[in-house]
């Protein structure tokens, strides 16, 4: 079956793969929010740092309406050894070998690239999912849970009062509010607390610390603006040598006003301790409050075993939403050398 690149600009391949990704959104994750035509769109053009992943309709063979939609993101700054994909078969046309034979085509792109590891993703009670990753050659390697925090559900009095034994422990800090673009001046020194995020657990996958630079930092934030997001940025600044301790950063969606998205929040090694974490982010909430008003769910994703970071937005009112797997295949470089017949087999 071809598979058809779906380009950001071409309106017909990109409604057609929204709408697989809605109706799978629909199925499989009601509660995460709508798929929409235009986001998907920014997306496909900007990524998540201006080299966007390549997406792909499956098309049957002799025409028809697209079956699946097939994502395959190559890391390029580190993690070379890493293919990260995604699979979405039309709930219509499940159990009929699509997702095999994506899968099949993933294995192929992963071979033909010299990479070793492919990672995919499931909700963690998606039955079908979990069988048809574990059939395909995958085995879990890590937990991460999604939260959300439901504003109308969060107590003033008690942000005021977490806000104010925070504010005690990281009394040798300042908070600075910052929106893109970044000055050019605070790059490094934000790239080198971002890097923090590095710290979090990642389970058993394979995979090395990711790379951070002023390049990377300001990639990010002119991806972000491509797509039409706000970004806001919290910083902590130690007052007695002026070095940054700590970051957090919040997405907001003209689109779906309704909704913010939690991005990064890492505190530095040796500023860990002081409640960095929690006062960031609770300056966070007082910010979005004032500019964002409307916003009414607030969503954030953690590893599972990150119990310092999923306490602190527990005690911010965060919830439990969902909890999802994620799977590794290592293929065998040896195996590289197999005919082309022999690759597409899963
Ligand atoms: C998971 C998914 C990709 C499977 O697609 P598919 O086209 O139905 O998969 P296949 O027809 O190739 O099924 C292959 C095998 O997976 C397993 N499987 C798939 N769906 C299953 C189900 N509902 N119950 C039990 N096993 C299932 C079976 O072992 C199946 O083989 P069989 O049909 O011979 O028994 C599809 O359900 C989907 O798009 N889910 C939502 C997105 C998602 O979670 N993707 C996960 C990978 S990123």
Known sequence: MPYVRIQPDDHEAVGAAAE????????DDPTAPEVVRERYAGWLRYGWDLHPEEQF???????????????????HRDNRHLVWAQITVRPDARRRGHGTAMAAEVLRRTRE????TIWMGCAADDAAAAA???????????PDARRRQRLADVDPAEIARLRAGAEAAASDYELVRLTPPVPEELLAEIAVVA???NDAPMGDLTWEREVYDADLVRDIETAREGRGDRLYRVLARHRGTGVLGG???????????TWAFQGDTAVARGHRGHRLGLLLKIEMMAW???VEPQVQLVETWNQADNTHMIAVNEALG??????????ERQLDPAAQEQPAGELASV
């Open 20 to 27: 697989i990704l809605e109706a799978s959104r629909r199925l």
């Open 195 to 197: 890097e923090s995020i």
């Open 288 to 290: 979005l409050a004032e």
């Open 113 to 116: 690239a010299g990479r070793t």
């Open 132 to 142: 048809f990753l574990a059939g395909t050659g995958f085995h879990y390697a890590s």
């Open 57 to 75: 309709l499956l098309v049957p063979d002799g025409g028809g309406a697209p079956v699946g939609v097939l994502a395959v993101e190559l890391p």
């Open 247 to 257: 970051h957090t950063m919040m997405v907001t969606d003209p689109v779906r006003p």
């Open 318 to 327: 965060y919830r439990l939403d969902r909890v999802f797997h994620m799977y």
